[in-house]
């Protein structure tokens, strides 16, 4: 009976791996590899901004939260909103003043090409570690299905998902992006239908004894460095979180430099909040069924392989396979966006630096899309370590949270003043990153306040910094 399952599963693959393919024959120049020509729809774009925040990371490991806890995880998209606000007005505008391919080519026009190349090697290195971690979900949902062993899982998705982004660059991962998004959301809501209708006594039964429990708690105005799931770490650290991770990694930037022009790209940022909230609260939701459904009883085995195994062991045969290609198209979906960036950024910060840019656009091309091959190499060999670093969800995030507030500290430094020079800049990095390597080792301070710590720490060194020592004559 788990052929049809697996039929389903191997005919989506093939199949998304053939729709993003067909897009070769528009990539003539690093624009339309890098950019999609910047011809997407605003609409295109924003799913494509949700599935490159939301990867197999946020599927099977949002509903443990809500399983072992409540909603609280979702004060934290609050925080989101108030970013994409703060990106809009502050880093938006900047970016579409230049013909720019990556945010980092903004570092260079404001500090030079030393901070340029420090930002985005830091980029290379958080955006390499939190994809990995990404990499080895998908090897719980595989292995879950075939009993297989995380290598062979997690080759057969890098090299599906490697094909297309190397034949069809940013076109390709866009509008795979969307259709895999509405995948993966069909998939959750027909998990959540069957669900209802295994709960004992019916889903209005579950919904009262959930709540007697607690479980639909959304809210907790406590204040606490410890608690990482509070209104205002949710607010603040959301905020800072989100402002750094779509205002200076690449991952996000490259979809929003994607867009025709400025208003087009604010579009597509502010209206992919209002998807991310439904798809946090559909999750939540599962999660706190299945906290029903079990009748309150820990999981057996990781908490991340709780919503995969369900599905493949209750859902009936047909649909068990849909939800689980679902899972997979998340993945594939934000992997092809890691592969994208993570090539852009070598390519464009750093090759064509070097060589000044002295060769054609088809070689450019070509580089782009071995540099694709080879961060695909990389992120498979992270993943390979990533089993021993917990919970897969908290992991990325905390991941991306140690160096985000760097980054995020220097692009403030660089559009919200005038003075500090280059060496402030990097004197604000060097301190963040004493900082966070304090707080991350040394501290008990939960993830969700990272971003803020880092990124204050990064714009105080370096605005102290150019105080001392004065601004360097200009040229």
């Known amino acids: 009976m788990r052929l049809i399952d697996l039929a389903i599963i191997a005919v ?41 925040e939301t990867s197999t990371l946020t599927i099977i490991g949002t509903p443990p939260l809500a399983f072992g806890g409540s909603y609280v995880f979702l ?4 925080g989101y909103l108030l970013a994409r606000i703060v990106i809009s007005t502050i880093f938006l505008p900047q970016y579409f003043s230049g013909n720019f391919f990556t945010a980092y080519e903004l570092m260079q026009r404001r500090f030079g090409p030393n901070v340029r190349k420090v930002t985005a090697g830091i980029f290379l290195i958080t955006r390499s570690l939190a994809e990995g971690v990404r990499v ?6 595989i292995g879950i299905i075939l009993h297989t062993g995380g290598l062979t899982s997690i080759v057969v998705i890098v090299c599906l998902t490697l094909f297309y982004t190397f034949e069809g660059g940013m076109t390709a991962v866009i509008w795979t992006d969307v259709l895999q998004m509405f995948m993966y959301v069909l998939g959750a809501g027909v998990s959540l239908a069957v669900l209802a209708g295994q709960l004992p006594g019916g889903l209005s039964a579950a919904i009262h004894t959930a709540a007697e429990a607690g479980k639909f708690r959304v809210f907790d105005f406590s204040w606490s460095w410890n608690t990482p799931y509070t209104f205002w770490a949710g607010l603040i650290g959301g905020c800072f979180l989100t402002t750094a991770s779509h205002g200076t990694d690449q991952l996000v930037v490259q979809r929003l430099l994607s867009a025709k022009d400025e208003r087009q790209s604010r579009l597509a940022l502010m209206s992919s909040w209002g998807v991310i909230f439904l798809q946090f609260s559909l999750f939540l939701t599962i999660g706190v069924l299945l906290w029903v459904l079990k009748g309150g009883k820990a999981p057996e085995g990781p908490a991340d392989r709780l919503y995969p195994t369900f599905i493949w062991e209750a859902l009936p045969v047909g649909i ?8 997979i198209a998340a993945a594939m979906a934000n992997l092809s966006a890691a592969l994208n960036s993570l090539a852009s950024a070598t390519v464009v910060d750093f090759y064509q630096p070097i060589t000044r840019g002295r060769h054609s656009a088809a070689h450019y091309l ?38 985000l507030g760097i980054l995020l500290g220097v692009f403030l430094l660089g559009v919200l003043t ?4 280059e060496r ?3 004197a604000g990095v060097i301190a963040g990153a004493i ?19 880092g990124s204050i720490s990064t714009f105080g060194v370096g605005w102290l910094t150019s105080l001392v020592l004065g601004e360097r004559k200009r040229t």
């Open 136 to 141: 080895f979900a998908i090897s719980i949902v």
């Open 435 to 453: 900082v966070m390597l304090f707080v991350k080792f040394g501290t008990k301070i939960p993830f969700t306040w990272w971003v803020m710590i």
């Open 320 to 327: 068990a396979g849909l939800a689980m290609a679902a899972i």
């Open 75 to 78: 004060q934290v998209v609050f």
């Open 12 to 52: 989506y693959l093939l199949g998304v791996t053939w729709f993003g393919a067909r897009f070769k024959e528009s990539q003539k120049t690093l624009k339309d590899y890098f950019l999609g020509g910047q011809t997407a729809p605003w609409w295109a774009i924003a799913l494509s901004i949700v599935s490159a």
């Open 366 to 403: 070509k580089v782009s899309r071995f540099a694709t091959i080879g961060w695909g190499a990389v992120l498979v060999a992270i993943a390979l370590v990533a089993s021993q670093w917990g919970s897969v969800l908290e992991s990325g995030l905390s991941i991306a949270s140690v160096t």
């Open 424 to 426: 402030a800049a990097i």
């Open 418 to 421: 005038q003075r500090p020079d």
